[in-house]
């Protein structure tokens, strides 16, 4: 399978089955339009056909081309991955441990109730729990020597005391296990000071902060309990946090919504105020919210996109360099395919645990009915449950087997499928339609930044040095 | 090539050690 698109107007190709991403002249992109369409079509054909167009000796040079990379594996080469082995069923490796399931903001699209996840009562994760989480998913891990634990809410720092306690457990379950755990933590920064920003920048691999970009977007939807906005109570900490944490391993992470679909703005704010590693997301909510994305907006989410990688390259170029999460896919390199069928590992090698020791599927189904899987206090766990999700892979979804993304979004979220489409099998088509364009403009803009490099690079080469 | 720029070039199935990430873009087996 081949998909062909322009981003950024740069005519592509990306070879599902490889992997391979080509960067392509009118004349490839046309050739190759022609050959997909007519797949029984001889090279004299084609050279007809397109000659009316374009100069026949380019044309000719061109299908010559294209037929040598068919023949080197890197254009439309078999894409059935349908019998890869999907591993060791049981293995659990990752965790979303709730710290606190209770929050300092009150956030309006807050998909975890403003902290609360539809209980009953905004609790904190006690120590002993915390650790009997660690305990369980050691006991589960199997031969997994890189264990992932992210402290999440609700508003984590507002157990702190705990956090610290459960990472010095994780630290002495190293040393008499021999495997070693990958703390992170996910904040909205209202809590950061000295003591814990040092904390964090000592025993965590990765800190989200989640700031939306210019003040006023911020504050409309992330407000305070008595309703004031937060962006001036976290900006200058994250930047004081980040500074210690020179620039390495951190996000700020933003949503955006109908509010603000120029969200570029809101990511270029962020580069503006000295952050250089960045997520914008869209927000997912009830259809009916005021707020809520909705089909009617994907031309000008499309448009955004675009935008804001043209400013992406621009910056990056001039020196203003920053990293966004979207447009930054490793191209060459990436998971191996067992890791791209199976994406999060949602459910099976990943779960969340609440602070009563519940175990969900992920920190979006917490508080679904039917949707626990045990508890890391009696140590149940519903087996059969991991197993349908260890086979809802992206190659056992009817929607996802034809798609051209299929390697890259492994199949999208199961949390929204199953609120959207009550079926974890079944995609949210929206998800889909953003995943692909960004996919598009990341590949666009690896293109155009190579070129540039190979440019800059060819030029050093041929300009004599400057006169004294 | 002139008329094709390859600019990156799966079927790591010396992949599948299971030790990467899990959560919800970033790699024992040999």
Redesign the interface.
């Given at each position: 399978m081949i998909h062909l698109f322009r981003a950024l107007d740069t005519p592509m190709a990306l070879d599902v089955g490889s992997g391979a991403v080509h960067a392509l002249d009118e004349i490839a992109f046309d050739a190759l339009t022609y050959m997909q369409e007519h797949k029984d079509a001889t090279d004299e054909q084609i050279v007809t056909e397109l000659s009316a167009t374009h100069p026949m000796t380019d044309v000719n040079e061109t299908v010559g081309e294209l037929r040598s990379l068919i023949a080197q594996g890197y254009l439309d080469t078999p894409d059935d991955y349908g019998s890869v082995p999907l591993g060791d069923a049981g293995v659990v490796k990752a965790m979303c441990l709730h710290a606190a399931h209770d929050c300092n903001l009150r956030c309006q699209y807050c998909f975890a109730d403003m902290g609360a996840y539809h209980m009953r009562n905004r609790m904190l994760l006690s120590v002993d729990t915390g650790k009997k989480a660690l305990d369980w998913l050691i006991a589960k891990s199997g031969n997994r020597q890189n264990l992932e634990v992210d402290f999440f809410g609700g508003e984590p720092l507002l157990n702190f005391s705990a956090i610290k306690e459960i990472v010095a457990y994780g630290r002495e379950l190293e040393k008499m296990t021999g495997k070693r755990f990958r703390f992170t933590t996910t904040t909205n920064g209202v809590g950061l000071n000295d003591e814990i920003m040092d904390f964090l920048n000592r025993e965590m691999n990765n800190v989200v902060i989640s700031i939306d970009g210019r003040p006023d977007v911020h504050d409309r939807m992330r407000p305070t309990p008595n309703g004031k906005g937060s962006y001036d109570l976290v900006i200058d900490k994250a930047k004081e946090f980040v500074r210690r944490r020179n620039q390495q391993k951190y996000y700020i992470r933003g949503t955006y919504t109908h509010y603000n679909l120029d969200f570029a703005n809101d990511v270029l704010h962020l580069a503006d105020e000295g952050f250089q590693q960045l997520s914008i997301e869209p927000v997912v909510t009830a259809p009916d919210k005021p707020y809520a994305i909705g089909e009617a907006d994907l031309p000008r989410i499309y448009e955004e996109y675009e935008r804001l990688g043209r400013e992406y390259l621009k910056r990056r170029a001039d020196g203003r360099w920053f990293s966004f999460f979207h447009f930054t896919v490793d191209l060459s390199g990436g998971p191996c395919i067992k890791r791209r069928l199976t994406g999060c590992g949602v459910g099976n090698e990943y779960v969340a645990v609440t602070p009563e020791g519940d175990i969900y599927p992920c920190h979006q189904f917490v508080g679904r009915e039917g949707m626990k899987m045990g508890s890391v206090l009696d140590g149940s766990f519903d087996a059969q449950m991991q197993k349908r999700f260890q086979h809802n892979h992206v190659l056992a979804k009817e929607k996802c087997r034809d798609c051209w993304a299929r390697f890259y979004c492994s199949g999208g979220c199961a949390a929204n499928a199953h609120a959207f489409n009550g079926d974890i099998a079944k995609p949210f088509d929206l998800e889909c339609q953003l995943e692909r364009k960004r996919l598009e403009c990341a590949m666009a803009i690896f293109a155009l930044e190579q070129e540039n490099n190979l440019a800059a690079v060819e030029k050093e080469a041929v300009e004599p040095p400057p006169c004294l | 090539?002139?008329?094709?720029?390859?600019?990156?070039?799966?079927?790591?199935?010396?992949?599948?050690c299971?030790?990467?990430?899990?959560?919800?873009?970033?790699?024992?087996a040999a």
């Amino acid at each position: 399978m081949i998909h062909l698109f322009r981003a950024l107007d740069t005519p592509m190709a990306l070879d599902v089955g490889s992997g391979a991403v080509h960067a392509l002249d009118e004349i490839a992109f046309d050739a190759l339009t022609y050959m997909q369409e007519h797949k029984d079509a001889t090279d004299e054909q084609i050279v007809t056909e397109l000659s009316a167009t374009h100069p026949m000796t380019d044309v000719n040079e061109t299908v010559g081309e294209l037929r040598s990379l068919i023949a080197q594996g890197y254009l439309d080469t078999p894409d059935d991955y349908g019998s890869v082995p999907l591993g060791d069923a049981g293995v659990v490796k990752a965790m979303c441990l709730h710290a606190a399931h209770d929050c300092n903001l009150r956030c309006q699209y807050c998909f975890a109730d403003m902290g609360a996840y539809h209980m009953r009562n905004r609790m904190l994760l006690s120590v002993d729990t915390g650790k009997k989480a660690l305990d369980w998913l050691i006991a589960k891990s199997g031969n997994r020597q890189n264990l992932e634990v992210d402290f999440f809410g609700g508003e984590p720092l507002l157990n702190f005391s705990a956090i610290k306690e459960i990472v010095a457990y994780g630290r002495e379950l190293e040393k008499m296990t021999g495997k070693r755990f990958r703390f992170t933590t996910t904040t909205n920064g209202v809590g950061l000071n000295d003591e814990i920003m040092d904390f964090l920048n000592r025993e965590m691999n990765n800190v989200v902060i989640s700031i939306d970009g210019r003040p006023d977007v911020h504050d409309r939807m992330r407000p305070t309990p008595n309703g004031k906005g937060s962006y001036d109570l976290v900006i200058d900490k994250a930047k004081e946090f980040v500074r210690r944490r020179n620039q390495q391993k951190y996000y700020i992470r933003g949503t955006y919504t109908h509010y603000n679909l120029d969200f570029a703005n809101d990511v270029l704010h962020l580069a503006d105020e000295g952050f250089q590693q960045l997520s914008i997301e869209p927000v997912v909510t009830a259809p009916d919210k005021p707020y809520a994305i909705g089909e009617a907006d994907l031309p000008r989410i499309y448009e955004e996109y675009e935008r804001l990688g043209r400013e992406y390259l621009k910056r990056r170029a001039d020196g203003r360099w920053f990293s966004f999460f979207h447009f930054t896919v490793d191209l060459s390199g990436g998971p191996c395919i067992k890791r791209r069928l199976t994406g999060c590992g949602v459910g099976n090698e990943y779960v969340a645990v609440t602070p009563e020791g519940d175990i969900y599927p992920c920190h979006q189904f917490v508080g679904r009915e039917g949707m626990k899987m045990g508890s890391v206090l009696d140590g149940s766990f519903d087996a059969q449950m991991q197993k349908r999700f260890q086979h809802n892979h992206v190659l056992a979804k009817e929607k996802c087997r034809d798609c051209w993304a299929r390697f890259y979004c492994s199949g999208g979220c199961a949390a929204n499928a199953h609120a959207f489409n009550g079926d974890i099998a079944k995609p949210f088509d929206l998800e889909c339609q953003l995943e692909r364009k960004r996919l598009e403009c990341a590949m666009a803009i690896f293109a155009l930044e190579q070129e540039n490099n190979l440019a800059a690079v060819e030029k050093e080469a041929v300009e004599p040095p400057p006169c004294l | 090539m002139k008329h094709i720029r390859t600019v990156a070039e799966l079927r790591s199935l010396y992949g599948g050690c299971g030790e990467c990430q899990a959560s919800c873009k970033t790699c024992p087996a040999a």
